[in-house]
């Protein structure tokens, strides 16, 4: 079975600071891990995501996630935090056994960037 | 952007009434979903389909049917809306291939009096 945790409802950072999300994961397997954000009354958008490779993985807006498997982590992370970065963030894990893809979302982290 | 395309983006409408709930991607993607989410809160999968002909339910148990009859849309049917199914649904699609993102639609915000 797979599962995926967020640890914190909401993240309170100020602009121009660090920003990072956490996310844990559990699989069976080797994961597939994806960050998407959601912003109000909009779909879901594609952050980034770990297939295998580098453990530092880039993506759109400036974000980046580092995969930590003896942590079992995947932890977003961007330098500098804008007030446009306030939204949703979603961790999602897919097991690489899972023949059929279906993806686990985590509960969610709100992330609020004041000024 | 990801082309998927959700209509209507907002509907009100009273209980019993049956509703369809319009998908459509432009990407020639196999496989579509279903997600049901409550504001801000986590999403719950509901339906999924492989491809053509092909449709699944989810992990969360829902009293909508859908349907795959051409590979670019996955609409969700509705056949006696009641209060407890006002939520937003949120349409993907995504390749068949390992390790596949799945692109969201804006989805649909629902709510039934």
């Known amino acids: 079975a797979q599962s995926v945790a967020q640890p914190e409802d909401q993240v309170n950072v100020a602009e121009g600071n660090p920003l990072t999300v956490k996310c844990t994961y559990s699989?069976?397997?080797?994961?597939?891990l994806f960050w998407y954000v959601q912003y109000p009354n909009r779909g879901l958008q594609f952050l980034l995501k770990?297939?295998?490779?580098?453990?530092l993985v880039k993506g759109s807006y400036g974000f980046e996630a580092e995969f930590n498997k003896s942590q079992t982590s995947f932890h977003l992370k961007k330098p500098s935090a804008l007030v446009s970065d306030s939204a949703l963030y979603f961790c999602a894990v897919r097991d690489n056994i899972d023949s059929w893809g279906k993806l686990q979302f985590g509960a969610g982290t709100q992330v609020v960037v004041t000024p | 952007e990801a082309d998927i395309y959700q209509t209507p983006r907002y509907l009100v409408i009273g209980t019993g009434k049956k509703i369809t709930l319009e998908c459509s991607q432009t990407m020639g993607h196999d496989k579509m979903y279903w997600y049901q989410q409550d504001p801000g809160m986590e999403l719950h999968l509901i339906h999924y389909?492989?491809?053509?002909?092909?449709?699944e339910k989810g992990d969360l148990s829902s009293e909508s049917t859908v349907s795959r009859i051409r590979t670019e849309h996955f609409p969700l049917t509705l056949e006696s809306a009641r209060p407890s199914h006002t939520s937003q649904y949120l349409c993907?699609?995504?390749?068949?291939?390992?390790?596949?993102?799945?692109?969201f639609g804006p989805g649909t915000r629902l709510l039934v009096l």
């Open positions: 699989v069976s397997g080797n994961p597939y």
């Open positions: 389909s492989y491809g053509v002909n092909s449709t």
């Open positions: 993907a699609s995504s390749e068949r291939a390992w390790g596949e993102t799945q692109y």
């Open positions: 770990y297939i295998t490779g580098d453990n």
